[in-house]
C-alpha cells in the first residue's frame, strides 16, 4: 500500500528542476534538430515528459509551431475523436475562511453575500439543471470548517443522487473542494463521486504562499499533496489545474506536468482530467492587477502542448473563456466543456443571485451550446458509461491506451445525444441532432455493436428507454 508520508510536495514539484527545465528551453527554443526529435517522440502518441513538452511550448521556430498544433489535432481525434463531454459546476456554498487574493470568496470581501443551499435549495438548483439536460455536475464550495462540513457535502451528494425528475436524473457527480484528509476522502469515495478536483493555482511555492496569506489553504505541501491523500483514499479519478495569470505561465505548466508524472509514478495512473482556467473579473477583484495573465494565443498553444503531452488525459476548458476561444481549442486538444453555467450560489433557480465566484465570458445556454457544436462537427456527449460501468483510473487509462475508447465512447455519446434531442433539445438541434446520430452510426466500427447501438436508439425514440451504455 502506498505511504503517503513518503514523499513530499517540495521534492515532486521541485522549484530548481522546474527553473532548469525553463532555462533548457529558454535555451533551445530555436534548436531545429532538438525539436525535431521531441516531435518525433511526440507522434507516437505516448507522451512527452515535462522537459520536453517545455521545449515545444518555448518553441519559436514557425514550422515547427505549425507541426505542433496539427499534430495536437490529430492526437485528439485519434484518442476522443468527436465527443465533447458536457456537464456544470454546482456552487453548493461561498462560505470562506481562506484570505486567497485572487478569489470574490475570501473571507475580507464584505460585498459578498454569504450563502449555503439547504438541501431543499440544492434539490431545485438540481431540476433546474436536469431540465437543461445534464447528466453530469461538479460541486464546488469554499472552505469553512463550521459551514461546509463534510457531513454537509456527504448529505448534498446524496440528496443529488435522488432526484428524479420527468427524464432527468444526475448520473455522475465530481466534487471540487479544499484538501482534506485520507479518511474523508474515503468517505467521499463510498459515496460514490466521479473525479476529485482540485486546482493548484499555482506551482510556485513563495508566491502561493504570498497569494493564500490567511487561512488553511495557506499549507502549500498540505494542499498539493491532497492527490496523493485521495487516492490513497481510494478515489482514482483526480483532477487536477493551475489558475493561469497567478505566476509564469511555462512555470505552471511545467508544475502541472510534474504533478502528473508524480501521481502516474505513486499510483499508477496520471489525472483523469486537467483543467486550465485563467483569472477573471470577478465582484470586489481587479484581474489587471495581476501582470501574468496571458493572450489567446498563449493559451492556444499551452492546451495544444497539454494534449501532446498527456495524450490521455481529459483537457476542461469552462465558461470562463469565450466562445471564440473554446472554438479553437476544441479541435487542440479540449475534450470536457460546461454549457449554461451558473457561478453563483442558487443561481439556477433564482437567476437574480448575486454571489459569482468569476465573471463568465460564455452565457449561452446549453441548447445554444449543443446546437453550435453539432454545427461545428462534434458530438455533445452525456455520457457517464465508464463510471457507472467501474472503468474509472487505470481501468479507463488501460481503455485509452488500448485504442478502444473511441470505439465506446463514440456509441455511448450517440445514444445520451438521443436523450438529449428527445427530452430537452429545442425543436432545431433536435432536428441537427438527428441528422448527425444517422450519420454518426454508421462510423461505428463493429457490426454487432453498430446493431445493438442502432437498437437502443430506437429504444429511446419510439419506447422513452434511458441510459444504455457500453
Known amino acids: 500500500m502506498y505511504d503517503v508520508n513518503s514523499k513530499r510536495a517540495d521534492e515532486f514539484i521541485h522549484h530548481k528542476e522546474i527553473m532548469e527545465t525553463l532555462s533548457f528551453a529558454e535555451e533551445n527554443k530555436k534548436n531545429e534538430a532538438l525539436i525535431e526529435k521531441?516531435?518525433?517522440?511526440?507522434?507516437?502518441?505516448?507522451g512527452l515528459s515535462h522537459r520536453e513538452a517545455s521545449l515545444l511550448l518555448a518553441c519559436e521556430l514557425e514550422d515547427k509551431n505549425r507541426e505542433i498544433f496539427q499534430l495536437a489535432k490529430r492526437i485528439?481525434?485519434?484518442?476522443?475523436?468527436?465527443?465533447?463531454?458536457?456537464?456544470?459546476?454546482?456552487?453548493?456554498?461561498?462560505?470562506c475562511v481562506n484570505g486567497c487574493l485572487y478569489c470574490p470568496y475570501q473571507f475580507r470581501n464584505k460585498k459578498m453575500p454569504r450563502i449555503k443551499l439547504s438541501q431543499e435549495?440544492?434539490?431545485?438548483?438540481?431540476?433546474?439543471?436536469?431540465?437543461?439536460?445534464?447528466?453530469?455536475?461538479?460541486?464546488?464550495?469554499?472552505e469553512d470548517p463550521v459551514h461546509n462540513t463534510m457531513d454537509y457535502y456527504l448529505e448534498s451528494i446524496e440528496t443529488i443522487y435522488k432526484i428524479k425528475h420527468k427524464n432527468g436524473a444526475i448520473r455522475r457527480v465530481n466534487i471540487n473542494i479544499a484538501a482534506t484528509t485520507t479518511e474523508n476522502y474515503r468517505l467521499l469515495k463510498e459515496a460514490e463521486?466521479?473525479?476529485?478536483?482540485?486546482f493548484q493555482e499555482t506551482y510556485h511555492k513563495e508566491n502561493y504562499l504570498k497569494l493564500h496569506p490567511t487561512g488553511p489553504k495557506h499549507n502549500y505541501n498540505y494542499h498539493t499533496e491532497a492527490m496523493d491523500r485521495a487516492m490513497?483514499?481510494?478515489?482514482?479519478?483526480?483532477?487536477?489545474?493551475?489558475?493561469?495569470?497567478?505566476?509564469?505561465?511555462?512555470?505552471?505548466?511545467?508544475?502541472?506536468?510534474?504533478?502528473?508524472?508524480?501521481?502516474e509514478a505513486a499510483f499508477g495512473v496520471g489525472p483523469h482530467t486537467i483543467s486550465v482556467p485563467r483569472l477573471r473579473q470577478a465582484d470586489n477583484i481587479d484581474s489587471s492587477g495581476f501582470a501574468k495573465g496571458i493572450s489567446d494565443e498563449t493559451f492556444e498553444k499551452i492546451i495544444a502542448c497539454l494534449r501532446i503531452a498527456v495524450p490521455y488525459a481529459g483537457i476542461i476548458v469552462s465558461t470562463r473563456e469565450s466562445k471564440t476561444c473554446r472554438e479553437k481549442v476544441l479541435e487542440l486538444g479540449v475534450s470536457q466543456l460546461s454549457g449554461g453555467s451558473k457561478t453563483s450560489v442558487g443561481g439556477y433557480a433564482d437567476s437574480n443571485r448575486q454571489s459569482e465566484q468569476f465573471e463568465v465570458y460564455d452565457n449561452r445556454s446549453l441548447d445554444e451550446i449543443v446546437n453550435w457544436l453539432i454545427s461545428l462537427g462534434?458530438?455533445?456527449?452525456?455520457?457517464?458509461?465508464?463510471?457507472?460501468?467501474?472503468?474509472?483510473?487505470?481501468?479507463?487509462?488501460?481503455?485509452?491506451?488500448?485504442?478502444?475508447?473511441?470505439?465506446?465512447?463514440?456509441?455511448?455519446?450517440?445514444?445520451?445525444?438521443?436523450?438529449?434531442?428527445?427530452?430537452?433539445?429545442?425543436?432545431?438541434?433536435?432536428r441537427l441532432a438527428e441528422v448527425l446520430i444517422h450519420h454518426e452510426i454508421e462510423n461505428v466500427p463493429h457490426e454487432k455493436v453498430r446493431k445493438l447501438v442502432s437498437e437502443n436508439l430506437r429504444l429511446i425514440s419510439e419506447k422513452n428507454g434511458r441510459d444504455f451504455r457500453l
Open 38 to 46: 521531441v516531435l518525433s517522440k511526440a507522434r507516437a502518441g505516448k
Open 76 to 95: 485528439k481525434m485519434d484518442i476522443y475523436g468527436k465527443r465533447i463531454v458536457m456537464f456544470a459546476p454546482l456552487y453548493l456554498s461561498n462560505y
Open 121 to 142: 435549495e440544492i434539490r431545485c438548483e438540481v431540476i433546474a439543471l436536469q431540465d437543461m439536460g445534464h447528466k453530469r455536475l461538479a460541486l464546488e464550495a469554499g
Open 193 to 198: 463521486i466521479g473525479t476529485y478536483l482540485l
Open 232 to 263: 490513497a483514499g481510494g478515489i482514482d479519478d483526480v483532477g487536477i489545474g493551475v489558475l493561469f495569470g497567478l505566476e509564469n505561465y511555462a512555470y505552471d505548466f511545467v508544475g502541472l506536468l510534474m504533478h502528473g508524472e508524480h501521481l
Open 378 to 430: 462534434y458530438i455533445p456527449s452525456f455520457c457517464t458509461a465508464c463510471y457507472k460501468e467501474g472503468r474509472t483510473g487505470d481501468r479507463f487509462m488501460g481503455l485509452c491506451k488500448s485504442g478502444q475508447l473511441l470505439n465506446v465512447c463514440h456509441s455511448n455519446s450517440l445514444m445520451t445525444l438521443q436523450e438529449y434531442a428527445m427530452d430537452y433539445a429545442s425543436p432545431e438541434t433536435k
